[in-house]
């Protein structure tokens, strides 16, 4: 079985200063875990996503995300924060149970609120 | 391109009726999928596609819950004798292989009076 957990439910951060967003998975073989972002009332989109290539992964607007094995994380980080970033984020492995063979297994979801 | 597309946008239907959405993929993508994502919450998988064929439908939440897929294109998720816990967006996701990156339509919102 598979899972994600996104360890804050809310982050708030000031426009110009680091982001941060926590995710723990647990696997039971090497997974791809992946970053998605849902800006309100639009679509979930791609922002980035590992598949046992390199451990630092870039995505899309300057995020970009750790693979540590040894932790088992994939935390979602950029060095400065924009206004247009505030939307919720998703952490995702995929397969395994609650995603189907090759489904997507989502975390409860991030809300990044960005202070002016 | 054009990317997934779902329709309706938006639905209001009243406890015990029926109701179907539709999900149009990205054309010559074989997967498709289907997620209820509930107010506040993560994305719920549903069922999943292979060409026409469901491997995995261990994600419904109860035989009311039916969903089929025609021509390796079009998919419709119908929802009989909605109950208001069924108050969701439904979302679609389509790949071009089994286990490719997904591509998401806007979603449905349903909500049930």
């Known amino acids: 079985a598979q899972s994600v957990t996104q360890l804050d439910s809310h982050v708030s951060v000031s426009e110009g200063t680091p982001v941060l967003l926590r995710c723990n998975y647990s696997s039971s073989y090497s997974p791809s875990l992946f970053w998605y972002v849902q800006h309100p009332n639009k679509g979930l989109q791609l922002l980035l996503k590992y598949t046992s290539a390199a451990t630092l992964v870039k995505g899309i607007n300057g995020f970009e995300a750790e693979f540590k094995k040894s932790e088992t994380s994939f935390h979602l980080t950029k060095p400065s924060a924009h206004m247009s970033d505030a939307a919720e984020y998703f952490c995702v492995v995929s397969g395994g149970s609650g995603g189907g063979a090759d489904g997507l297994t989502f975390g409860k979801g991030t809300h990044l609120i960005i202070q002016p | 391109g054009a990317g997934v597309s779902q329709s309706p946008s938006n639905k209001v239907t009243e406890k015990g009726k029926d109701v179907e959405l539709r999900c149009d993929p990205i054309?010559?993508?074989?997967?498709l999928y289907w997620y209820r994502q509930r107010l506040g919450q993560g994305l719920e998988f549903l069922i999943y596609f292979q060409g026409n064929s469901a491997p995995d439908k261990s994600g419904l939440p109860s035989d009311r819950f039916s969903a089929e897929r025609t021509g390796e294109s079009v998919s419709t998720l119908t929802i009989q004798r909605t109950q208001q816990e069924d108050s969701a967006v439904y979302l679609c996701a389509s790949s071009l292989l089994r286990a490719g990156e997904q591509y998401f339509g806007p979603g449905t919102r349903l909500t049930v009076t």
């Open positions: 054309s010559g993508h074989t997967a």
